[in-house]
């Protein structure tokens, strides 16, 4: 598992999806501006959720590495050096 983070930058509600293998599913509400931290499997696919004037759309699909915030901070380390 991999330890993920997602920051809304939109000016509105947004809706997180994520599927991965073993039958992992996990779905969260995200409201402008907040960070949400989970845990995904390595090869999970994430999808960003809006609702648009015809209904739901979809903002955004990322895969779960793209997320992984442990890989963030070793680059952020060696940038730092």
Do not use: K
């Amino acid at each position: 598992m991999l330890n993920c983070s997602y920051r809304n930058d939109l000016e509105r509600m947004v809706i997180l999806r994520c599927f991965g293998s073993n039958n992992y599913y996990l779905e969260r509400v995200i409201f402008p501006f907040e960070l949400l931290n989970f845990s995904a499997p390595g090869d999970a696919e994430v999808e960003i959720w809006s609702h648009g004037i015809g209904g739901p759309e979809l903002v955004e699909t990322l895969r779960s590495r793209e997320l992984n915030n442990e890989e963030s901070q070793e680059t952020n380390m060696l940038l730092s050096a």
